[in-house]
C-alpha cells in the first residue's frame, strides 16, 4: 500500500512516495530500473519511453518519455505529455538512481530532480518483497496543488 510524505519549504515542494512491490526481490527488480531507457515497461501511464543521448544507466544519458491519447475519432494517437530526463548518478550496490527533467511540455517540471532507490522490505503477511520510493524536490507548479503532486507521483507506483 502506498504512503506518502511531503513538505512544502519556501521555494521547493520535496516529498516521497513509496510502495511494496510483493514477490520480487531488490536484487530481481534492479535490472529493469537500472535500464533508464525502460521507463514505460513498469510505469503503466507511460507509453513511450527511449534513449536520446549516451548509454542508458550511465551518467548524462537523456531519455524521451510520452504519453499519448487516443483522439476524440479514435483515428489516431495523440501525445499529451513528454519529458526529456537526465540520469544524473547512478548507484547499483544501493540500488538507487537519480535524474532531472531537462525539456517538458508539463508547465513547471522543469526544475524536478528525482531518486527512485529500492530496498528490501516484507509486508504485514511477511511476504518478502522489494520497497520502491520516488523522492523528488520541485519549484511549486502553477496550476497545481501538492496533493495532484501526490496523486501524479504515486499513479505511478
Not at 535490472?31 to 513511450?48: A, G, N, Q, R
Amino acid at each position: 500500500m502506498p504512503s506518502h510524505t511531503l513538505t512544502t519549504k519556501e521555494e521547493k515542494w520535496e516529498g516521497r512516495v513509496s510502495a511494496l512491490v510483493r514477490g520480487s526481490s531488490p536484487d530481481q527488480a534492479w535490472p529493469l530500473l537500472e535500464d533508464f531507457f525502460s521507463l514505460h515497461k513498469w510505469v503503466p501511464t507511460i507509453d513511450m519511453c527511449y534513449g536520446i543521448k549516451g548509454v542508458s544507466g550511465q551518467p548524462g544519458c537523456i531519455r524521451y518519455c510520452s504519453v499519448t491519447r487516443r483522439s476524440a475519432d479514435s483515428l489516431e494517437d495523440l501525445v499529451m505529455n513528454w519529458a526529456m530526463e537526465k540520469l544524473l548518478a547512478t548507484d547499483p550496490v544501493n540500488k538507487s538512481f537519480s535524474y532531472e527533467i531537462v525539456d517538458c511540455n508539463t508547465v513547471g517540471f522543469k526544475s524536478l530532480v528525482a531518486t527512485m532507490k529500492l530496498t528490501a522490505a516484507r509486508d504485514a503477511e511477511e511476504e518478502d518483497g522489494c520497497g520502491m520510493s520516488w523522492s523528488f524536490a520541485v519549484n511549486p507548479i502553477e496550476g497545481w496543488t501538492v496533493k495532484d503532486l501526490k496523486e501524479f507521483y504515486n499513479s505511478a507506483l
